[in-house]
């Protein structure tokens, strides 16, 4: 949602002894007005007029999010089919060539082997 800056003039005595007071209760003049004008609209405008607002608010923040989450999708690395099924079965990652085995060694597994 857009937002829009509102400047109005204020007495600069009443806005120092402003802040100074309202820093005792640890708030700042930014969120009492925020708060009083939150209430001041769901006082003042009708009750259909702020779903309507509110559902197009909510429209905007959904396509929003939409793009930012493909982004972060594109942004990651799309694992291989073997690492895929690996993750699944949850057995570590095999490289992908083996290392031969020299003539002098005996061999452990005689029988069938399979080659890709």
């Given at each position: ?8 003039p204020f007495p ?14 640890e708030?700042?003049i ?5 708060a ?7 006082r ?10 509110e559902?197009?608010?909510?429209t ?17 690395p799309?694992?291989s089919?073997r ?11 095999a490289p992908?060539?083996q290392p031969?085995q020299?003539?002098s ?8 082997t399979?080659?890709?």
């Open positions: 949602m857009s937002t829009t800056e509102l400047k109005i600069t005595e009443k806005l120092d002894a402003l802040r100074f007071f309202i820093g005792k209760k708030q700042t930014e969120q009492e007005l925020e009083h004008l939150d209430k001041t609209y769901e003042i405008v009708p009750a259909h007029v702020r779903e309507y607002v559902s197009r608010v909510d905007e923040q959904s396509q929003d999010q939409a793009p930012e989450a493909a982004a972060s999708r594109e942004r990651q799309r694992p089919r690492q895929r099924e690996q993750a699944a079965a949850g057995a570590p990652q992908d060539i031969e020299t003539g060694e005996p061999e452990e597994n005689q029988g069938m399979m080659g890709m």
